[in-house]
């Protein structure tokens, strides 16, 4: 797992961005399950733009229904940069990531099953994308980080149509 130095190699200092410690204190999970200080990074390209402001804030507390369970009390991490309805919040319950789908009708997948997980993919995909050099080359280290972050969290692949499946297939050249 990657450790706060290593995120403050990578983004910097500016670059990331702490979950309040008023938030942090209502959670219901395991805290060993946040990633390093509770920080995430502020924009990852393609992936994650943390930096929103509208009716969903950046770490603002959603209240979700989904079906006829009890409301999800959502924490909000960003968008997916280019679409403006599909949000990352952390779940205060279990500590999963999910993508929140602001469309109607709304809905929600899970893309990392806690927070440090789904900062170490932000931060290994980030790190393949800036090594980037074209798609010839691209599909074998893909591949390789694919079976690795698979390993790491399987949940996160489990569905073929996932957020993560879906961004390997596209590194990998299978789509």
Not at 77 to 95: F, I, Q, W
Request: one cysteine or more.
């Amino acid at each position: 797992m990657i450790s706060f130095e290593d995120m403050l190699a990578q983004w910097g200092e500016d670059g990331l961005l702490y979950i309040p410690v008023d938030l942090l204190e209502r959670i219901r999970f395991d805290p060993a399950t946040l990633s390093p200080k509770a920080a995430i990074p502020g924009e990852v390209p393609l992936l994650l733009d943390a930096y929103i402001d509208g009716d969903i804030k950046l770490f603002g507390v959603l209240e979700v229904q989904v079906g006829a369970d009890e409301p999800l009390g959502l924490i909000a991490l960003g968008r997916v940069p280019d679409d403006e309805a599909m949000y990352y919040c952390l779940n205060g319950d279990s500590g999963q990531v999910l993508l929140l789908t602001a469309d109607e009708p709304a809905g929600l997948e899970l893309v990392n099953s806690t927070l440090a997980h789904f900062v170490e993919f932000l931060f290994r995909v980030d790190r393949l994308i800036r090594a980037d050099q074209g798609k010839t080359t691209r599909a074998v280290p893909a591949g390789r980080l694919h079976a690795e972050l698979a390993e790491l969290d399987p949940a996160a692949f489990e569905d073929p149509e996932s957020w993560w499946s879906i961004a390997f297939a596209q590194l990998e050249g299978r789509l």
